[in-house]
């Protein structure tokens, strides 16, 4: 099992411990301050909410979480050290050697720093690279990588079995390059609010009803190429390109930082978002992103994508009861209604996964359905049998009770917590050609998969199959 | 029936009639480019496939669409007119007179212009006002409104009522709010590429893959409130404020625009986004913003909460058939799946929002539940009868087979497109107290109106219902 150490356990060295520990790593973390054992806690609870609700696959097991006093102990036989310690160089300078010294040869170090460049870093001799991550860490992929190209390459690849995105720079620069976007944001808005042409919360409504959403998906410069249109980037650029010249900004000059400003932004941030606790805030902001990202997963566009390659990744489970296990996934907030439960329609939603997944099974995959052939559900049956709630983990066991024919007839059960039968689905599926829509006999491979299924399932109880809506339990049909 | 006039039909132009059509005004363009219609027409066609899939609702009938060569025809008798002409003064100087001569004296006059003030747009008297979207403007409900106080109060309340969100700023500045915020991100950005730290692409996943993400629901202040932590705000100011003076953006300096800086840029993007066309593009975009608009509408953040609100407004259906029609709605492409047609799960999605919509005209309402009371829904049994497709307009009817006592028998029937029954949905409920999560009786209140409503519905047919999965059409029980 890989190692983590966490050095500095605020925000965003409590977001790698989690994202480290949420994909099976064991996590050790350095923090001299007393808080940081519950600062982490709460991290931790806000993740788990949240980073297994962007999948439809289980997570493997979490890891095992350690606070060491002693940083050496914490780093010793890690496989990744990540250093969060506030943003002042003298600091690192002290951290980063002793790392170094602690940490085995091969270790990647990571550094979050958001300014400072790998050859400012690594002043002393060290080996660190930048790893800037983007708060939420336990949700956002992105990780801008800078430094030994040999180092971030593996650094990559390390990343990506944990889910993220790493973006690899070529050259160092101070900021790197998202925080040198945000700078220059912050630089014009903060313009904006003191000259008291707009509010923070205009500011942001300016930003989260427009442009905002546009960037979520696709960023800048491929939104302005579809602002082109036919014409294209060059056309754009010569539509758009003067008014570089024009004095649009305010960002020849920069705001002067004193105590009026910070009141001024202080207390119109108070009157936009005061009425929410930052822990309210961070998890209506992760509800947002998650709900997002999965909403992007349908097209595979940015984060959507990050997760469906990673999801892919995940292990297959295996068999239950003589069952196999067609799917095994945590809840996600989203699922749930004003019952506060898990409402009716995602009861199907993850039996029809189930479905898909069984579908894999007997070879009616991707490749078939390309091929012109799948199967249409024509009926199903659900008995909700007990409450299913946010966070609870699913697992669907499908038993195939008839496959003669064009007709395939599937029982999914679904388990909550592994130990509660919370509900059955009963599926009635024909075989269709996909070019007439009409049914039709599956292919010769499929149909020899179905009998092999069906002698091992047909003779197995079935209960509560067969059933009509409102009959009751063992009452004949 | 309202009446809006469109001069000038780029994307700008063609986006706006979208959306006043689509929200059921009559619309008349001008433009005197020849190929103003068939481009019109498709930003509609984007529009008719992305704006109704925002809502659970149907929108009101499309208006009629008009093309007239006599800008001052197709300014008479409009309540709204809306100038996209190409961003120079002079020709808006030659438009906005001609308009306002043609136009009633109530008419709104906005323009569009990204760049210029009111002042300078009425140097001839006019009275236009400052109405400026973003692009796609039949999605994004960003609206900045510039100018007369009272003219943009007036039209504020009109943009409402087509779903859009206006944001009134108080002072008249080049570029209003968030195109300043968008060109200092421009310019940093080409800076980035022009001195080869990175590309478009990587720029835009450098976006895409982290703060996009947080900015399209929440905004800069509200993210940076929450990464100040318990401390607030001011902690953050105090922690952030003084990079305000590091050498952290390029900005106190302006990249050269010339001919080598629009082919790097244009060749970058030809690399990153040149395999797909700009059809394609848009329709990636729209799906992408669609479907987390769709996610942001579950907590009401950002455009999520201004089309739940719109909604809201949306007129209520009637009856068909003697039963009352529970659900009116468009299918959005993200209810379909890979057998290209709408998912099995989407089917009871669609018929438990109409199951919502039943317990309120019983009483069965959101003040109900808030009080303790609610129904479970126990079992579900969906017969498939005909494919949907994205697009397809559904309408429910919901049939009471029996209400009597705990239990509540309802019979949903989905029409597609108003003529072809595309499947039924026969559930079971049970009246649950929501603290000891037991059955229970429902409120007299509740009771009595089921009884009126079983006397009404108890001897209508209801062909389908009370079968078990695979039983034949017709078979005994």
Redesign the interface.
């Given at each position: 099992m890989k190692k983590a150490a966490i050095i500095g356990g605020?925000?965003i060295g409590g977001g790698w411990a989690a994202r480290f520990l949420l994909n099976g790593w064991n996590v050790a973390v350095s923090d001299p301050d007393p808080q940081a054992e519950r600062k982490i806690a709460e991290v931790l609870a806000n993740a788990r909410r949240a980073l297994p609700a962007l999948y439809d696959r289980a997570l493997p097991p979490e890891g095992r979480l350690t606070f060491c006093d002693d940083m050496a102990e914490a780093v010793k036989d890690a496989d990744w050290v990540q250093e969060s310690v506030p943003?002042t160089l003298d600091l690192k300078h002290r951290v980063l050697p002793a790392i170094q010294a602690a940490a085995g040869p091969l270790a990647i170090i990571g550094s979050s720093t958001s300014?400072f460049k790998p050859s400012e870093l690594n002043m002393q001799g060290t080996r660190a690279i930048v790893a800037h991550p983007?708060?939420p860490v336990y949700l956002?992929?992105?990780v801008?990588l800078v430094g030994d190209a040999s180092i971030c390459a593996q650094a990559a690849d390390m990343l990506r079995t944990i889910g993220m995105?790493p973006?690899t720079?070529?050259?160092e620069?101070?900021?790197h390059?998202?925080?040198?976007?945000?700078?220059?944001?912050?630089?014009?808005?903060?313009w904006?609010v003191k000259?008291?042409?707009?509010t923070?919360?205009?500011?942001?409504?300016?930003?989260?009803?427009?442009?905002?959403?546009?960037?979520?998906?696709?960023?800048?410069?491929?939104?302005y190429?579809?602002?082109?249109?036919?014409a294209?980037?060059?056309h754009f650029?010569?539509?758009?390109?003067?008014?570089?010249?024009?004095?649009?900004?305010?960002?020849?000059?920069?705001?002067e930082?004193n105590d009026e400003?910070?009141?001024l932004?202080?207390s119109?941030?108070?009157t936009?978002?005061g009425h929410l606790s930052?822990r309210e805030?961070?998890r209506?902001?992760d509800?947002?992103?998650v709900?997002?990202?999965?909403?992007?997963r349908?097209?595979g566009?940015?984060?959507g994508g990050?997760v469906r390659a990673h999801e892919a990744s995940l292990s297959e489970p295996g068999e239950r009861e003589g069952l196999p296990i067609t799917a095994t996934r945590q809840v996600p907030v989203?699922w749930t209604d004003?019952?506060?439960h898990m409402?009716?329609?995602?009861y199907?939603?993850a039996?029809?996964q189930a479905t898909d997944r069984f579908m894999e099974l007997i070879g009616a995959d991707?490749a078939y359905?390309a091929s012109g052939h799948?199967y249409?559900?024509?009926?199903?049956?659900?008995?909700?049998l007990d409450?299913i709630h946010a966070g609870d983990r699913l697992t669907i066991t499908t038993q195939v009770l008839a496959g003669q024919g064009k007709?395939l007839?599937l029982f999914h059960r679904l388990w909550r917590d592994n130990d509660t039968l919370a509900a059955t689905v009963?599926?009635?599926l024909l075989h269709?050609d996909?070019s007439t829509?009409r049914t039709s006999e599956p292919r010769a491979g499929v149909s020899k998969a179905l009998t092999r299924w069906v002698a091992r399932h047909a003779e197995m109880p079935a209960e509560g199959?067969?059933?009509?809506?409102?009959?009751r339990p063992g009452g004949a049909?």
């Open positions: 605020g925000v943003e300014g983007f708060n956002l992929p992105l801008e995105y973006l720079i070529r050259k620069i101070d900021a390059v998202a925080d040198r976007l945000l700078e220059a944001v912050w630089r014009e808005a903060l904006l000259d008291g042409i707009a923070t919360e205009e500011i942001d409504e300016s930003i989260r009803m427009g442009f905002g959403i546009r960037w979520a998906q696709m960023g800048l410069f491929e939104t190429r579809i602002a082109g249109g036919e294209g980037m060059a650029m010569a539509q758009f390109g003067p008014a570089l010249s024009w004095p649009w900004t305010k960002l020849m000059d920069v705001p930082f400003l910070v009141d932004i202080a119109q941030s108070d936009q978002s930052i805030l961070e209506l902001r509800d947002n992103v709900g997002m990202i999965r909403a992007l349908r097209t566009s940015g984060a990050v989203s004003y019952n506060g409402n009716e329609a995602y199907l939603e039996a029809s991707a359905v799948s249409f559900t024509v009926e199903n049956h659900i008995r909700y409450e007709r007839h009963e599926s009635m269709t996909l829509r199959a067969g059933r009509s809506v409102g009959e049909g």
